[in-house]
Each structure stands twice: as structure tokens, then as C-alpha cells.
């Protein structure tokens, strides 16, 4: 079994112009991989580096682009993997997260990491199921 690259626009372009070295989605089998990716502002084409909401809010619909262009659904994420510059940001990220996720939670790790080159504070990736 192979796996399959798949591009996401406008996702995979904004991360190639800066050079990142990732596939925005890897499908294998039955399995779908997605890339973290910082808070791409689809209106602009530039990281939003602002409030903490809004960037989780644009990484959550990223991803939920993602997922559903390798032929899933938010509904089968099995792992989301949150990465944060600042453990006091819990509280309003997981208050962005609980719309994309009201009930039967996929398993999830919050991570604290140093400050990225960029200026945003969050990334975070998944592995979901193909249905």
C-alpha cells in the first residue's frame, strides 16, 4: 500500500512559501495524517499572530479542510496533538476546541513548546479515521 500526498489549498501553498518541508495531508489506507500548521489567514495569506481564539479557530478550520480532503471528517479524528507557546492559553483554546468537538472527544495531548519563528502560538495536528 502506498501513500497518497494530498494539497490543500490555499493551506499547502502557505506552506511552501515558507519552505516547510511537510505534506499538508498523507492518506494511508484507511488512515489520514495532518500536518500542524500555523494560523494561515486565508483573507491575507499571512500568519495571524493575533488573539489566541482566533488563531484556534483558524488552525481547527484548517485542519477540518484537511481531514475532509483526505476523505475524512472531524467526526473520525482518532488523536489531535495541540501545541501552545503558553499553558495559561488552555482555558480559551479549549473553549474554541469544544465547537468543533461538543461531544465524543478524540483522544488529545496539550503541549506547552518555546516560541516559534513567526509570532503565532499554536499548531495542531491529527490522524483521523477513512469511514
Same mark, same amino acid.
Given at each position: 500500500m502506498k501513500r497518497e500526498i !494530498?494539497?490543500? &489549498?490555499p493551506l499547502t501553498t502557505f506552506l511552501e512559501k515558507y /519552505?516547510? +518541508?511537510?505534506?499538508? %495531508?498523507? #492518506?494511508h489506507g484507511?488512515?489520514?495524517? %495532518?500536518?500542524?500548521a500555523p494560523p494561515f489567514d486565508p483573507k491575507t495569506g499571512e500568519i495571524y499572530k493575533?488573539?489566541?481564539?482566533?488563531?484556534?479557530? =483558524? %488552525?481547527l478550520?484548517?485542519?477540518?479542510?484537511? %481531514?475532509?480532503?483526505?476523505? $475524512?471528517? =472531524? &467526526? $473520525? !479524528?482518532?488523536k489531535v496533538n495541540v501545541y501552545v507557546t503558553d499553558v495559561e492559553m488552555f482555558p480559551k483554546v479549549n473553549e474554541v476546541y469544544r465547537k468543533y468537538f461538543p461531544s465524543n472527544y +478524540?483522544? #488529545?495531548?496539550? !503541549? /506547552?513548546? +518555546?516560541?516559534? /519563528?513567526?509570532?503565532?502560538? !499554536?499548531e495542531i495536528d491529527c490522524i483521523a479515521a477513512v469511514e
Amino acid at each position: 500500500m502506498k501513500r497518497e500526498i !494530498i494539497r490543500v &489549498e490555499p493551506l499547502t501553498t502557505f506552506l511552501e512559501k515558507y /519552505n516547510a +518541508p511537510s505534506s499538508t %495531508v498523507t #492518506r494511508h489506507g484507511d488512515t489520514v495524517y %495532518v500536518t500542524g500548521a500555523p494560523p494561515f489567514d486565508p483573507k491575507t495569506g499571512e500568519i495571524y499572530k493575533g488573539d489566541i481564539s482566533r488563531q484556534t479557530e =483558524l %488552525v481547527l478550520e484548517q485542519m477540518k479542510q484537511c %481531514v475532509e480532503a483526505g476523505g $475524512s471528517s =472531524l &467526526e $473520525s !479524528i482518532l488523536k489531535v496533538n495541540v501545541y501552545v507557546t503558553d499553558v495559561e492559553m488552555f482555558p480559551k483554546v479549549n473553549e474554541v476546541y469544544r465547537k468543533y468537538f461538543p461531544s465524543n472527544y +478524540p483522544a #488529545r495531548i496539550f !503541549i /506547552n513548546v +518555546p516560541a516559534w /519563528n513567526g509570532g503565532f502560538d !499554536i499548531e495542531i495536528d491529527c490522524i483521523a479515521a477513512v469511514e
